[in-house]
């Protein structure tokens, strides 16, 4: 799912309060924000923006996903 806060283009009333409600439900606070959940809706991690690119950040994922499968 993405979910995107536009700062030039309008979004319907409808998907601003979705944005908003699901932004306050996962502790959003800043941009990029991924947000891993698990096959069942549970979080398993919040990952950003990460210097060097797409390596770094990979490595930043499986972090997450090892952590999951060590509980």
């Known amino acids: 799912m993405k979910l995107d806060f536009p700062h030039e283009k309008k979004l319907s009333a409808a998907e601003k309060k979705q ?3 699901l932004a306050a439900k996962y502790g959003i606070q800043g941009f990029p924000t991924i947000i891993v959940l ?13 210097k060097g690119g797409a390596k770094p950040w ?13 509980q």
Do not use: M, R, T
Request: net charge positive.
């Open 19 to 21: 944005n908003e409600s």
């Open 38 to 50: 698990d096959d069942k809706g549970a979080q398993l991690g919040k990952l950003g923006y990460q």
């Open 58 to 70: 990979i490595a930043g994922l499986e972090k997450v996903i090892q952590s999951k499968k060590a």
